[in-house]
Structure formats: C-alpha cells, structure tokens
C-alpha cells in the first residue's frame, strides 16, 4: 500500500503517533532506554527480536514487530556467515522420572524476559544418577518448543585422562571454532578469548551445556554476557560459590523412586520379560539402587541375553561385589564411581573407605571419628567433603547415608588399598563405639 512505512523504525514511529504516544511513554511500555528506542526509530540501531515482542505487547499489535526483526535477524546472521551450532547429542528414548526436575530446569533455561542476567543452572548428585541425560532431554524440550534459534553448544569438561579436567583456555578455542571464528583470529591470552566468546555471542540466543564439571573457576571464563543465552553445568561437585558468582540455580538429582527404577527397566527389556517376572523386576531394581546407570547397564545384560530373565540376573547380582562389575561395552558401573573418588584428597578419600566397613545405620560424625581415629572436628569436614562430592548424602543435620552400590565400593576400595591390620583396628573401633 502507497505510503506504508518501509523500515522497522518508521513503522515503529507511526505505531506510536497513532496512539498518541510519547518517545518516554512508550519506552516505558517496553522497558527499554529511551535513547534505545529512539535509534531503533531512526534507524540507526536494529531491532532486537526481545524488543520487537516487547513492542508488540505494548502496542497491540499482535506480532507484526517480531515477524519483521525476525527476518531481519535471518537475513544478518545469513549476511555475516553466522555458523548455527547444533551440538545437543540424541535425547535417550527410555528417559524416566525426574519430571519435578524437568520443570525447574525448563523454567530456568526459558528464562526472565525483563532480567539482564545469563540463566545459569547446576544439575549435581552422585555418579551414575543420571545428570547429563536429564540435562539433554530438557534441552532438546527447550529447543523443540523454538528456544536457543540461534544454536546449542555442548562441551565436555572433562581432561584427556581419567579424572582430568579440560583447561578452560582449550575449551575457548573449540568453543570459537565452532562459532566460525578463524583460528588466525583466537585470541593467545585466556581473559581475551573469554571476552571474545561473549561479543561472538551477543545478541544472540545460545544454550550452552557443560557437562562434567570439575570446579566453580572452571566455569566462569566460559559463561556469556547477553541475556539471550542460557548455561547449563553437570558435576558431580556441588560448585561452590557459583551461585554467589553467577546466580546460579542448582537442583540435586537423587536415585529414582521404585516405582521409577521398574519402569525403567521395564522400558529396556520390554513389557513381555517384564511382565513375566515383576517381583524379580523389582528386586532386580533394589539391588541396582534405583541408581539409573546400574538399571540400565542390568537391563541391558538382560536384552543381550547374557541373562535370560531379571530373576536369573538378580540371583547373580546378590553379591555386593558383583554389582559393581556391571558392564555394557565401555560403560562399567565401577568407573562411574572412580571418576568421583579419584577427584578427592588422601585424608578423605581414607575416611571414605572406612565408612565401607561401618554397619548400615546413618553415619554421623562421632562414629567416623571413633572408626577413623581422629578427631571429630576433623571428622566433621571429611563427611562434609564427602557429601560434597556425592559420595554420601545428608539424612539430616547430623547424620549422612552411604548408598548401596557406594558401600560396595568403598567396602573394594579398603579391601584393596588399606592394610588388612588397618582394618581389622578401624571395625575394632566401629564396635566399640556402637556398644558404647
């Protein structure tokens, strides 16, 4: 039609006149700077697709604003050579349970429309619990539903080595890489690197998932600056002072219920060898510790026909030591919890092996004294680093629980590790402690 504006800015503009409106009132509507809206009206600055909803809302419009800076966006990311990263690996088909968690994680990654701040998430627990597999299917929820246009990012930090941890500086470089910068134009210093992954993504609307994280200052040179983006971190730590750093919203994964675990395995091995066996299903579940690494490495012997049903496999997994080799290909149980206590210093990785040797009652921190020989100050702060570390969980104030599967394995790791003399002295002390 003759006379239509032609542009974002004077459409905008005349919207605005139409309604009687002033550059100020109108800022006020959107909640944005004055001075902004007064360069998106000239021209002199394009519309951010935030903005253009913004407008949208205040004016009543529908979504005329957003349809136009949407295709605007398109044609400048199209323009400059923006790589669109999709990074995610596959959500897992027999997903279960955690759906509180869902919810809480989804909120976080849709983020605060009126908040300048990054939306920072911290999914932790003990190893095997299922982490990563949460993360992704929330992200690819997230994703589905129009979230992150502009690309997901996926790192794993950990190190080459078993228990190493990716060099932040390293990570940078693949990050960028990924976002089409030319390695000619990567920073040499770490503080530059950072802050040329922020101006990569300003503006933009990025997921970024890192998964397996060691520790807080592993973290920070890698998060974004634009409020577009959202991060999501896994660790088995609990990250300390992240939230304090970056507002972060941390959510800690238990085991799955019995009723979870079941279904689980049930979705593994198919409704007709469930079926023909529920109670060894669920017996098969209980020995696995509702833990969803060991259900599915379980199911999966099932599937493989290295056991012909649940019940003959929770037969042979009775022995606590047994569960411990669950093994399908590369994936062994036991190397799950290695990752974890080989990130633990000598004094509490000892205390961790002794508590393999106390009887199954909530641990607090006088029996760990008595069963460790040392002070109960000191065996306060063993426990702490340990619960920590997912290693041990709070029951309540002042007394912690070892899971099943981890018992096991502290119960190996003493057998292995300590003097046979060692232990007979530190179960001495246990009983004599719990007759006291």
Same mark, same amino acid.
């Given at each position: 039609m003759a006379g239509t504006p032609a542009t974002f800015g004077q459409l905008l503009r005349a919207r605005r006149l139409q309604l009687g409106l002033s550059l100020a009132q109108l800022a006020a509507r959107v909640h944005f700077d004055r001075g902004h809206v007064s360069k998106v009206e000239t021209d002199k600055r394009p519309p951010s697709v935030s903005f253009a909803e913004a407008c949208d809302q205040a004016l009543n419009v529908g979504s005329t604003f957003t349809t136009i800076a949407t295709a605007l966006e398109a044609a400048g990311r199209q323009q400059q050579g923006w790589v669109r990263p999709a990074q995610l690996p596959a959500a897992k088909r027999n997903f279960v349970g955690h759906r509180d968690d869902m919810n809480l994680l989804g909120k976080v990654l849709h983020g605060d429309e009126q908040s300048l701040a990054v939306p920072v998430a911290v999914v932790n627990g003990p190893p095997g619990v299922g982490k990563t597999a949460l993360v992704v299917q929330s992200a690819q929820r997230a #994703? =589905?539903?129009?979230?992150f246009a502009d690309g997901q990012l996926f790192v794993n930090l950990q190190g080459p080595g078993r228990g190493a941890a990716a060099e932040p500086f390293d990570v940078l470089k693949d990050l960028l890489r990924a976002l089409g910068v030319p390695a000619e134009h990567i920073p040499a210093d770490l503080d530059? /690197?950072?802050?040329?992954?922020?101006? &990569?993504?300003?503006? /933009? !609307?990025?997921?970024? *998932?890192?998964?397996?994280?060691? =520790?807080?200052?592993?973290?920070?040179?890698?998060?974004?600056?634009?409020?577009?983006?959202? &991060? *999501? &971190?896994?660790?088995?730590? +609990?990250?300390?002072?992240?939230?304090?750093?970056?507002?972060? *919203?941390?959510?800690?994964?238990?085991?799955?219920? /019995? /009723? !979870?675990?079941?279904?689980?395995? +049930?979705? *593994?091995?198919? =409704?007709?060898r469930a079926d023909? =066996?529920?109670?060894? #299903?669920?017996?098969?579940?209980? +020995?696995?510790?509702?833990?969803?690494?060991?259900? &599915?490495?379980?199911? !999966?012997?099932? #599937?493989?026909? +290295?056991?012909?049903s649940a019940g003959c496999l929770a037969a042979d997994l009775k022995p606590e030591h047994a569960r411990m080799e669950l093994a399908a290909g590369e994936v062994v149980l036991r190397h799950a919890f290695d990752t974890s206590y080989r990130t633990l210093d000598e004094p509490t990785a000892r205390m961790f092996r002794l508590l393999g040797l106390l009887p199954r009652y909530a641990i607090n921190a006088a029996a760990a004294a008595a069963t460790a020989d040392v002070g109960q100050d000191e065996a306060s702060l063993l426990l702490r680093n340990l619960a920590d570390a997912h290693l041990i969980r709070h029951q309540d104030e002042h007394h912690y629980r070892l899971h099943e599967l981890l018992r096991a394995y502290a119960t190996d790791l003493t057998k292995h590790l300590d003097a046979e003399s060692e232990r007979t002295e530190a179960m001495r002390r246990a009983a004599d402690f719990y007759l006291r």
């Open positions: #994703v =589905d539903a129009g979230y530059q /690197r950072a802050a040329t992954f922020r101006s &990569v993504l300003h503006g /933009r !609307e990025i997921l970024l *998932v890192l998964d397996n994280a060691a =520790d807080t200052q592993q973290i920070l040179p890698l998060l974004p600056g634009s409020p577009g983006c959202a &991060v *999501v &971190v896994t660790s088995r730590s +609990r990250l300390p002072g992240l939230i304090s750093l970056a507002g972060a *919203v941390t959510l800690t994964l238990p085991e799955l219920s /019995r /009723r !979870e675990a079941a279904l689980l395995i +049930r979705s *593994v091995i198919g =409704d007709e023909a =066996d529920t109670a060894a #299903v669920a017996v098969l579940a209980e +020995r696995c510790g509702h833990l969803p690494l060991a259900l &599915v490495l379980a199911a !999966e012997h099932i #599937v493989s026909h +290295r056991h012909h």
